[in-house]
């Protein structure tokens, strides 16, 4: 199948050659731009709906402002896919989110025009702040840009950054891009018309001068002036939050009118405003989507799909995903106990309680991109007896980890932290890697973690975090399918810290945590093929573990192997500090850690992410056979 016909997007090999076009030309290279997006991302997947929102913003930017020296920060980096086609990376759309191919977010070492990466939300504003300062200490004159979405404006950071950049009376450039919040009035020609004109030179030469002669009165004039200044700016631009947080609030604009993008940006580029400045821009997310009345779930993160039918190419699963059998669960013990609440940071799908929400409705709470305020808010309900359950990606838990100190662990408040999208995550790359959670979780007191070596293990789980009511704990599981097993039983309450010994050995033991068992599993095999009598053990628990379980798999083996989906400082860290404590590794018994390695894992498949760390089948054999072969060869020589 041939691909669109882009005559015009075909000549623009650089930002320049964008600058070179006629204005009437840029509506139509628009109409390519987004048809290019829509091709590229049925080939690889990816974030689909917040690019094709900001097509003409994106071209309206790049043709007005100097990029790169003007820097332009994309928030999130889910609406930069434009940006990417127009800074010279269409050619390598095609290998977007995969191995050797490039990010689906902003990423400082990919391009000069990508100057702050950004996979989490809401840090646009602060970051542009900090480049408008370190400017301002060199004494430069580029512009500073940063174009944050509505949906980022719930997380505090965002409002801090605000808050900062409005004190600090710094010259930079905020678009906030309102595509679902409907904040402002409607958008129409006199908005527009006002919103040029407040832009424009001869008014802030006009307010420059009412500053400036304002501030040679006594005081009791001087405050009667600025009434009166700030009277007239509100008969333009209207009175709103920005202003007050000191920012000088142009529109609402239409964000598809190139027409009236143009000349705005245009004022700001070239008028001396001076001080923070926020454009509001409504969009349309999704805009030119080719399929009929998609939700936004189905054009938000999408998989590879049929440009022509609309139809996701998923490989076909009989399996239920991880995330479905938390949800399943969760809702079954939703339904027997009212005080069972779950609290989402805007990812009701991505985390399955949507499900729960259609049976539970009052039990479910979203919070917004709001991380912080999740887990606080999930403390509150604790602390007068509710079971709440926060459900999370691991990679978004991060942002909340001051609360989940200081609000839950201290207080040993019982929390209980579903952790969605634990360990490797394929496509998404480092920013959305979910390692470090067992590093952060299992150094804290008090905490309980449970990690499922399958699904049917996830139910056990689930519903033991429901019936957990000791401290804080948490339960993690990756993104994808489970393995198949029967989910056609009664969930049980585990015992809290006890592994299950699956078989039983005598020369190496096996330490395995989480779905790390379906490799494990397989490397025994191996291991048993080559004559080597091996134990495997699932720990079920990361913390509190198994110390008789494992004290004695030290004591009767000559090697052991931990093998862990987390990076380094997390389960293995924990086993060795007990076994040295022990004086079980005082002797001849020899140990290694296979776990992620110390390094940012780029985004490639997941299977190829876990054989980079060493953690495939292959590998784990062959650290398995070189620990045990010379043991065994030198007791069969003194035999």
């Known amino acids: 199948m041939t691909g669109p016909q882009t005559p015009l997007l075909d000549k623009i090999t650089s930002v320049e050659a964008l600058r070179g076009l006629s204005e009437a030309q840029l509506p139509q290279l628009a109409d390519e731009v987004r048809r290019e997006m829509i091709r590229a991302v049925s080939q690889s997947g990816g974030h689909l709906g917040a690019g094709l929102g900001v097509v003409e913003l994106t071209v309206a930017l790049h043709y007005v402002f100097d990029t790169p020296a003007d820097r332009l920060i994309w928030d999130v980096g889910h609406q930069a896919y434009p940006h990417k ?76 950054g605000l808050n900062n950049a409005g004190a600090s009376e710094s010259d930079v450039i905020v678009i906030l891009n309102d595509n679902d919040m409907s904040i402002a009035p409607p958008v129409g020609a006199m908005s527009a018309y006002l919103s040029e004109l407040i832009s424009s030179q001869p008014f802030h030469s006009i307010r420059g001068l009412v500053k400036e002669v304002a501030s040679r009165f006594p005081a009791e004039i001087e405050r009667t002036a600025k009434r009166a200044k700030n009277l007239a700016r509100e008969l333009v631009s209207g009175h709103s939050l920005f202003n007050e947080l000191g920012f000088f609030h142009i529109g609402p604009i239409d964000g598809h009118d190139l027409n009236h993008l143009l000349p705005i940006l245009r004022n700001l580029k070239d008028g001396q405003i001076g001080g923070p400045v926020l454009v509001h821009v409504v969009t349309e997310k999704g805009r030119g989507h080719p399929f009929s009345s998609p939700s936004a779930e189905k054009y938000h993160a999408v998989p590879k799909f049929d440009v022509i039918t609309g139809e996701h190419s998923k490989s076909a699963s009989n399996k239920p995903s991880y995330t479905a059998v938390f949800a399943e669960t969760l809702t079954d013990l939703a339904r027997q106990d009212s005080d069972i609440v779950a609290i989402t940071a805007a990812m009701p799908s991505g985390t399955g309680l949507n499900k729960m929400a259609k049976s539970c409705p009052s039990q479910v709470f979203d919070v917004g991109i709001a991380e912080q305020h999740a887990v606080t808010f999930a403390a509150g309900l604790a602390s007068e007896g509710m079971k709440p359950f926060v459900a999370i990606y691991s990679t978004f838990l991060q942002r909340g980890y001051d609360q989940l100190v200081h609000d839950v662990a201290i207080q040993n408040l019982p929390v209980r932290f579903a952790i969605d999208r634990a360990g490797v995550v394929g496509a998404d790359g480092a920013t959305h890697a979910g390692v470090y959670d067992l590093a952060y979780l299992s150094c804290l007191p008090n905490m309980m973690i449970m990690c499922p070596a399958d699904e049917a293990e996830l139910k056990h789980m689930t519903f033991t975090a429901g019936h957990y009511n000791d401290g804080p704990s948490a339960l993690r599981y990756p993104r994808g399918t489970g393995t198949g097993v029967s989910l056609d039983f009664a969930p049980e309450i585990l015992e809290i810290g006890k592994a299950r010994t699956l078989r039983q050995g005598r020369d190496i033991a096996i330490l395995s945590l989480g779905t790390m068992l379906q490799n494990c599993e397989a490397v025994v095999d191996k291991l048993e093929a080559e004559g080597v009598s091996t134990s495997l053990v699932d720990a079920r628990f990361a913390k509190p573990f198994d110390k008789d379980c494992i004290k004695a798999l030290a004591q009767n083996h000559l090697a052991m192997l931990i093998v862990e989906e987390s990076s380094p400082g997390g389960f293995s860290a924990h086993i060795l500090q007990y076994l040295a404590a022990e004086g079980c590794l005082d002797g001849a018994l020899k140990i290694r850690c296979a776990s992620l390695p110390d390094s940012y894992l780029d985004h490639a498949e997941r299977d190829r992410q876990l054989e980079i760390s060493g953690l495939d089948v292959t590998s784990l054999t062959r650290l398995a056979l070189g620990l045990v072969q010379p043991k065994r060869q030198a007791g069969d020589a003194a035999s």
């Open 85 to 160: 086609i127009l800074t010279g990376r269409r050619a390598q759309m095609a290998s977007l989110r995969q191995e050797g191919g490039i990010s689906g977010f902003t990423k400082r070492s990919e391009s000069e025009f990508d100057p702050f990466g950004a996979g989490h939300s809401s840090t646009s504003v602060s970051a542009a702040l900090g480049m408008a300062t370190a400017r301002d200490f060199k004494g430069g004159h580029n512009k500073v840009i940063a174009v944050i979405g509505d949906g980022a404006m719930s997380a505090g950071m965002a409002f801090e």
